[in-house]
């Protein structure tokens, strides 16, 4: 499988379909005491590979509970939900794990990195649960270290790295497995301007190299980055719409 | 993942909280502590009644004249037959398997050498007395068959004697020493047997022949003019001590006469025996310490449960993460369950250390040998171990089976 992840094309999973993210009318329901709460109400919805799609809405629009469906830690209620033609409803809870390690690649608003273990400790986490293991997992990590130009800090614990750095070591810890889709909650969420604009430009450049990108924010200027707009309110997808993308001037000043 | 990826991960949790990890372990390292120390000291004390009962010499009997004063039955002086040479050659012949076989009457003397004296036991033996009890000499030799029957005036000297009568540190060999002013010639020097069970110095004393003894050191019996005392009777290792005292006992109850049903006006004793019952004894003082090492152990494994669902809610995010790029239930179950066994070894290996101390300097002031056995380790190791592993699995299952949505949201 992770071979075949390298060359998307041939990827048997999908049926020789270049769809990552099949979602048909799926539902989800919550039971909070006496109280259900219907986080998703039928939604549907189709990611391509190669997409950089922004998932938007307020608190409580079911975008995080999306989120979570599209990134294998929960499953629908009712409805399907494809991940790579996997459905996941099927899926074990020891098969969910094997799909996130193999297919999805997280990056989170708080970064999530383990305290007192290097940038390359830190990158080499997925790899420890990888079947079959990589027979230089260092490489791999250092590999990946290198392609967000942090080549230079291997060996830096996070109270060492800016916030930016952090997230760029989360970036590299999310890529090292080569995963289908890169899965984003609110990734510059804790970052400024400055830096969000570095992280988003690295997005959108690693978009542009293969990797489906899946950003969930609530900062329109953030969502600008991407090239396909998804807006969810009360549970419904309200707005699906393609834009041109900030990414395109990336590739631009890119190729200047 | 692998084992050893855990072990990693767990040996750098127990770092990060170094002074928490070693007290959570108290317990543990009391527990591991005193099942070292209970293992050594009781080893200790069994290996010193056995160099005790060695020093006894091994498969003995030793047959009594007199009633059994075990049993309380007052037996009247006039009635008790001393024990002659025919009653010794009779066992010698009669009974299978022994091996050697030596009478042995004591009293006590004043020796004198030149312008030293000195008041020993004295013992007058047949020549098998020193393989009889295991004895050999160091200088000299031993008494021939010939000189037991004609009563020379030869003696083997113990080695407190030797320093005592010849603080100059010359060869006794060849000696003369006068017992009750009658003059013997040294000619051996037994091996030190040091202390007895009962603290007597088994070394403070001479022997000569026994028909020397007779009539001189000890008075000759009225009844029988060739009396020897006790016997000590050696037999083939393979004889079954119990069986051997048996045949004693039959033929000397045919021998004195003695009607079916009435008591015997003998004893047949196994010292080996009575050693063993002290032993007993002594085990028993180790038995509190038993108990102390499996409530610790219980106690231990409840600290570190508690340290471990402690540790389990502070890295709720972490096992969030680590579920989210793809951990398996199992492997973070097994991550926690190596971390709480480690934990253990850790104590474990503190109180092995601390119990090899505790251990040493009891048998340090009890002169015992010191005796840490590797078994007792690999006890004490595995109980830890399995504490680890009964105590942490509740906290492991826990971790295990977190949501790892609510685990990554957790602060």
């Given amino acids: 499988m992770t071979a075949n992840a390298r060359h998307p094309a041939t990827d048997p999973a999908t049926n020789g379909c270049d769809v990552v993210v099949r979602v048909e009318a799926v539902s989800k329901v919550y039971r909070m005491g006496e109280q259900t709460v219907r986080a998703l109400d039928g939604v549907s919805l189709t990611i391509r590979r190669g997409e950089f799609v922004a998932i938007m809405g307020p608190s409580g629009s079911g975008k995080s509970t999306m989120m979570n469906l599209i990134g294998a830690l929960d499953v629908p209620t009712s409805g399907r939900l494809e991940i790579r033609g996997r459905n996941i409803a099927e899926l074990s809870s020891d098969e969910l794990a094997d799909l996130r390690n193999r297919a999805i690649g997280f990056v989170f608003q708080q970064f999530n990195l383990l305290p007192r273990t290097t940038a390359l400790g830190q990158v080499m986490l997925p790899l420890l649960y990888a079947a079959p293991r990589p027979s230089d997992p260092q490489a791999l990590a250092r590999r990946r270290l290198e392609q967000v130009e942090l080549g230079d800090r291997l060996d830096h614990h996070p109270r060492q790295l800016s916030g930016g750095q952090q997230q760029r070591v989360a970036i590299a810890r999310a890529l090292v497995n080569n995963p289908t889709i890169l899965l984003a909650d609110e990734p510059t969420g804790a970052l400024d301007s400055r830096t969000s604009e570095e992280i988003m430009r690295l997005f959108s450049r690693l978009n542009n190299d293969g990797i489906t990108v899946i950003l969930v924010t609530h900062e329109a200027d953030i969502a600008a980055w991407a090239r396909r707009r998804i807006l969810f309110r009360d549970g419904r997808i309200i707005e699906d719409v393609e834009q041109p993308g900030k990414a395109a001037d990336v590739v631009r000043s890119a190729a200047e | ?411």
Avoid at chain 2, 201 to 210: A, E, H, L, R, W
Avoid at chain 2, 357 to 362: G, P, Q, R
């Fill in chain 2, 1 to 411: 993942m692998s084992v050893m990826d855990s072990l990693r991960i767990a040996l750098a949790a127990l770092r990060t909280n170094l002074l928490r990890s070693v007290l959570t372990t108290l317990g543990i390292i009391i527990g591991v502590g005193s099942v070292i120390v209970m293992v050594a000291v009781g080893a200790g004390a069994r290996s010193e009644v056995d160099r005790q009962i060695a020093s006894l010499g091994s498969q003995m009997l030793v047959v009594m004249p007199g009633s059994s004063r075990v049993f309380g039955r007052a037996g009247g002086a006039g009635t008790t037959l001393p024990l002659s040479e025919a009653d010794m050659l009779a066992i010698r012949d009669k009974v299978p398997g022994v091996a050697a076989i030596s009478g042995l009457i004591s009293g006590s003397a004043v020796l004198v050498r030149g312008n030293v004296n000195w008041t020993s036991n004295v013992n007058g033996v047949h020549d098998q007395y020193f393989l009889v009890r295991d004895w050999p000499t160091t200088e000299g030799r031993e008494f021939t068959p010939e000189e037991v029957r004609s009563g020379a005036r030869v003696v083997i000297l113990g080695t407190t004697v030797v320093a005592k009568l010849f603080p100059d540190g010359a060869s006794p060999l060849g000696e003369t020493i006068r017992v009750k002013n009658v003059p013997f010639q040294v000619i051996g020097v037994l091996q030190s047997k040091g202390q007895s069970a009962f603290g007597s110095d088994q070394d403070d004393v001479i022997m000569m022949p026994i028909n020397a003894a007779r009539g001189r050191i000890v008075g000759r019996s009225q009844v029988v003019n060739n009396n020897v005392g006790r016997v000590h009777v050696k037999f083939d290792d393979d004889v079954d001590l119990a069986e051997a005292q048996e045949a004693i006992e039959n033929l000397m109850r045919q021998r004195r006469r003695i009607q079916a049903g009435a008591e015997d006006d003998f004893s047949v004793r196994n010292l080996a025996e009575f050693m063993r019952a002290r032993t007993a004894a002594l085990s028993t003082m180790t038995s509190p310490l038993a108990a102390t090492s499996a409530i610790s152990l219980i106690v231990g494994g409840i600290g570190i449960m508690n340290i471990m669902l402690v540790s389990v809610t502070e890295r709720t995010r972490e096992i969030g993460l680590r579920m989210a790029v793809g951990g398996r239930r199992r492997d973070i179950l097994r991550q926690f369950l190596v971390e709480a066994v480690a934990l253990c070894v850790l104590g474990g290996l503190i109180g092995v250390a601390l119990g090899t101390i505790v251990a040493a300097s009891v048998a340090y002031s009890a002169q015992w040998p010191i005796l840490i056995s590797k078994e007792a380790i690999a006890i004490a190791m595995a109980a830890a171990a399995a504490t680890g592993i009964v105590f942490g699995f509740f906290p492991a299952r826990r971790a295990a089976h977190l949501n790892p949505i609510d685990a990554l949201r957790s602060e």
